[in-house]
């Protein structure tokens, strides 16, 4: 069994951090607190996101599988409730010490607290049964109400996601995700299903997901057809190659996207999350902004946008071919502050591009709902 666990948390955490670049990543991390004690298997950081991961590598027994009352109690328990037990004794002793007096290296302590924090259940066993269900296992009180859904999943629907979804969309998969989740009116079967509806449609449900209650439910059909194209491909199972599904991000967005990701400033996750927020609708207008800017920028030696998605998020693009991007960043920042006074949103992100091609990203929060994480969703 225990290499089942070694090799569950070491291929797990290494498969999230391959998808976020300039990631960190440690497994199996001791911890003790003043009052508890435990380890965490699997701990991934890049820039203002963090995962935290716990690996379960026990059997789910067949009885279980035909839904027999005490095998499925049983299984739950030890796979899903004992490591969610676990999550909730480290963020309990966080509260009461630093990450560095219970055991954790300074770079860990950072990453555990990042803006945005992920809690995970991996299992070695197939819980597609459960994995899309974290709200009818806390109103059944396997996870606790209380608290915001743990992504259950299992390794091999974990290896999907990351095969498919890199940098900032595997960040805000998990957001949208985990907005569904907490709504609870949004279901499916499946955990591809999800990906795929956010490869296609983007997790988007516009005004339902914003207070809409016209509908009591939504069940998402199956959108796994062209991964599983994909993977016949991939496998030598087709005569015909098959793309890899992807999302349709217009060319001039997915090139400011691809941008942060290689200089990677602070926030850039933040920021890349940002531009690909909203609709399709929201995504065109960046595409059509972002060459304006750019070029408006030549002549004059400035330029700037400012576009605002779903009323919950501002963002910015400066450009100044005139000055570093530190120095642009004072006009801006100012000007996103006069946009949160004037309760244009209550947060806001700016992009500066400087004259010799650097970017940097300043993140400005009210301190009124939504929070910035809360607002990406």
Known sequence: MKHRGDYLAIEATNRIAKCLPGAG??????????????????????????????????????????GAPRSLETDIRKLITDASNQHIALYAALVEQSATEIGFTPEQGEALAATIQFEVIVCLDEVTVWATESRRLQ????????????WVVSLSDLMAVTDLLQGAQLVQYLLRRRRLELDGRITTHDELDWVGNYISQGLYFGDFTNGN??????????????????????????NESVPKPSQPIPVALERLIGTLSRQRPKHWII???????GSSG?????????????????????SNVSLISDGRIGLSYYVDTS??????????????????AKGDAPNWVTICRGSNGDLLVTVIESGDPPSIADALA
Not at 216 to 234: G, M, P, Q, R
Not at 271 to 277: C, E, K, Q, R
């Open 323 to 340: 000055s570093s991007a530190s120095r642009a960043m004072t006009d801006a920042a100012g000007a996103a502050k006069a946009h949160i």
């Open 25 to 66: 990543m440690s497994v199996n991390i001791p911890w003790a607190s003043k009052d508890d004690s435990s380890d965490l298997d699997g701990l991934v950081w890049s820039d203002d996101f963090a995962v935290r991961l716990q690996c379960k590598a026990g059997r789910i027994r067949q009885s279980s599988r035909r």
């Open 282 to 302: 929201f995504r065109e207008k960046w595409n059509h902004s972002i060459p304006m800017v750019e070029q408006r920028a030549i002549s004059r030696g400035a």
């Open 213 to 238: 209650k016209e509908y009591d439910v939504i069940f998402l059909s199956s959108f796994t057809d062209e991964i599983d194209a994909w993977y016949n491909s991939e496998l030598g199972l087709l």
């Open 139 to 150: 109103d059944a009180g396997h996870l606790p109400s209380e608290r915001v859904p743990i």
């Open 271 to 277: 920021a890349s999350v940002g531009l690909l927020d």
